[in-house]
C-alpha cells in the first residue's frame, strides 16, 4: 500500500515540484544559517568589544599625575556600563612596568613587551576557570618613560547566551519559511493549474470529430508550449484522418468498376449456355477483372503500409544495391517476358552499400519496374542501372517507351493519376505515388528524367551513401 501511495506521489506534478524546490530551499537555507551565525558571532563580539574598550577608555581617562605619582580616579559609571541582568563578570588591572597600580594583580596579562600610546589589543583568556574577553590599551603620562597599560576583561556567558538567541531565531525564521513554502505550493500548484482544468473542461464539451486547435490565450505562458504541441498533434491527427477518407473515397471509387464488371459478366454467365461463345467471354472478362481488382488491392495496401512508414522514422542499415536491384529485376522477370520485354541489369562496380531499409528499397524499386513493364510496350527495353554519384548512390530505371512530358511529371506522383495514353492499360494509377512515398520514409528521393536517346523515361532513385 504504501509502495502504491508513494509511486502515485512520484507521478503527481506537486511532487515533483516539492523535490526541486524542497531539497534547494534546505541547502539554502542551511548556507544562509552558516554564514548568519558567522554574522551573529561577529556582530555580537564587535558590539561587546566596543562596549569593552569604552570602558577601558574611561579608565585610561582617568588617570593622572599629581605629585610625582600615578594617580587613579575612575568614575563609579565606568563599570555600569559593563553591567547587566546576567552578572557577568568584571576584572581589570592598572600596571606600569612590572607594578599592578591597582585591580586583579593576577588577571592574564595580553600585552607582553608593553604597548605603545593609546594602542589598543583583544584578546581572549581564561580566568578563575571562565573564558575572558581582555582589552588592553597604553596610555602615556607625562614624567613616565612608558605608558601606562591598563587591562579589563569581563566573562563570555553573556555574549554566548545572545549569540543562542539569535541563531534560535533564525533557526526558527528559517523553518517558518520552508514550512511556509511546503504548505503554500499544493495551493499554487492547484492555482495554477485551473486553466488546464478549463481547457479539459472544453476539450469534454466537444465532439469527436471537432479537432480545431485549443486557444492558447487561456492558460500561462509556462504551459503554452504544451499546448502548442497538442495542437500540433491535433493538426497531424486531423491530416491523417483527412488523408483516411481521401484514401477510402478514392478506393471506393477505383473499387467500384472492376466490382461492377464482375457483377455484370456473372449474371451474363448465368443467362449463356455452358461452353458457348458468350460465356467464354464472360469468363474471359471476369478473369481481367479480378486482375485488376487483385492488383488494385495490392496497391492499395503497399499504399497504406507507404504512408506509415513516411509518418514513422524508419531504421536505416546498410544494404547492397547490387545484390538487392539483381533480386528485384529477378522477380520481374516472368512479367518482362510475358510482355516481350527486354529487362536488362548494369550493377555498379564493387559492392556499392547505401543506408537504406531493405524491405522499403526493394518494394519502391519494384513499382518503378513495374509501372516500365505496364506502360513502357511491348517489344520495348527496360535497362536498371546502379552507379555512384557524387556522395549518393544512384538506381536509375530506364524505358524506351512514349515516356511522360516534363510538365506532367510532378502530377503523375498524385494518387489515381493516370496520363489518357494509358486508358487502355491495366493499372490504377498508385505506383510511383507509392514509390514516393516509400523515398521519403528512407531518406531517398526520385526524379523522373528523359533518357540520354531523347526516348522513354528515366526514373531515378537516390539513396544516401554509408
Not at 128 to 153: F, N, Q, S, T
Not at 204 to 233: C, K, M, T, W, Y
Not at 243 to 263: E, G, N, V, W, Y
Not at 401 to 420: C, K, M, N, W, Y
Request: charged share 25%; proline share 5%.
Amino acid at each position: 500500500m504504501w509502495r502504491r501511495l508513494i509511486t502515485a506521489g512520484r507521478e503527481s506534478l506537486t511532487f515533483r515540484l516539492l523535490g526541486v524546490i524542497i531539497l534547494p530551499l534546505c541547502g539554502l537555507a542551511v548556507l544562509l544559517g552558516i554564514g548568519g551565525a558567522l554574522a551573529i558571532s561577529q556582530s555580537v563580539e564587535t558590539v561587546n568589544d566596543r562596549i569593552l574598550a569604552a570602558t577601558s577608555r574611561a579608565i585610561a581617562d582617568s588617570l593622572g599625575i599629581e605629585e610625582g605619582d600615578i594617580s587613579l580616579d575612575i568614575p563609579p559609571a565606568t563599570f555600569g556600563m559593563l553591567e547587566d541582568i546576567e552578572r557577568d563578570n568584571v576584572y581589570y588591572n592598572v600596571r606600569y612596568g612590572d607594578h599592578v597600580l591597582t585591580g586583579y594583580s593576577d588577571l592574564p596579562n595580553i600585552a607582553h613587551g608593553g604597548m605603545a600610546d593609546l594602542q589598543v589589543k583583544f584578546g581572549d583568556a581564561t580566568y578563575r576557570g571562565k573564558d575572558i574577553r581582555v582589552i588592553a590599551e597604553g596610555r602615556r603620562l607625562p614624567g613616565l618613560g612608558e605608558p601606562v597599560i591598563i587591562e579589563v576583561a569581563e566573562t563570555m556567558d553573556v555574549r554566548r547566551l545572545a549569540e543562542q538567541h539569535l541563531l534560535r531565531y533564525l533557526a526558527i525564521l528559517e523553518l517558518t519559511l520552508i514550512a511556509l513554502t511546503v504548505l503554500m505550493l499544493p495551493l499554487a500548484v492547484h492555482w495554477g493549474m485551473r486553466p488546464l482544468a478549463r481547457l479539459r473542461a472544453d476539450m469534454d464539451r466537444r465532439v469527436a470529430s471537432d479537432l480545431h486547435p485549443l486557444p492558447e490565450q487561456q492558460v500561462p505562458s509556462e504551459i503554452r508550449i504544451v499546448v502548442r504541441g497538442f495542437n500540433d498533434l491535433l493538426m497531424r491527427f486531423g491530416g491523417l484522418l483527412e488523408d483516411t477518407r481521401r484514401f477510402a473515397a478514392d478506393a471506393s471509387h477505383q473499387m467500384r468498376t472492376p466490382l461492377s464488371i464482375l457483377r455484370t459478366h456473372i449474371a451474363l454467365l448465368r443467362q449463356a449456355q455452358p461452353g458457348s461463345r458468350d460465356a467464354r467471354k464472360s469468363l474471359d472478362d471476369l478473369d481481367e477483372a479480378s486482375e485488376r481488382l487483385q492488383h488494385l488491392v495490392v496497391q492499395l495496401l503497399a499504399l497504406a503500409r507507404a504512408d506509415n512508414a513516411a509518418r514513422s522514422e524508419s531504421a536505416l542499415t546498410a544494404v547492397d544495391l547490387n545484390l538487392l536491384v539483381e533480386e528485384v529485376c529477378a522477380d520481374h522477370v516472368p512479367a518482362a517476358v510475358a510482355a516481350n520485354i527486354d529487362l536488362q541489369l548494369e550493377p555498379a562496380p564493387g559492392e556499392p552499400t547505401a543506408m537504406s531499409d531493405p524491405v522499403l528499397a526493394r518494394e519502391m524499386i519494384s513499382n518503378l519496374i513495374d509501372n516500365a513493364i505496364r506502360y513502357g510496350g511491348a517489344g520495348g527495353k527496360i535497362l536498371v542501372t546502379v552507379q555512384r554519384s557524387a556522395s549518393e548512390y544512384l538506381v536509375a530505371v530506364e524505358d524506351n517507351g512514349p515516356g511522360i512530358a516534363p510538365e506532367l511529371r510532378q502530377a503523375v506522383f498524385s494518387r489515381f493519376t493516370r496520363l489518357d495514353r494509358s486508358a487502355d492499360k491495366s493499372g490504377s494509377g498508385l505506383g510511383l505515388s507509392i514509390a514516393q512515398s516509400l523515398a521519403r520514409a528512407i531518406q531517398a528521393r526520385i526524379v523522373l528524367a528523359t533518357p540520354a536517346s531523347g526516348v522513354g523515361l528515366r526514373a531515378e532513385i537516390f539513396f544516401p551513401a554509408d
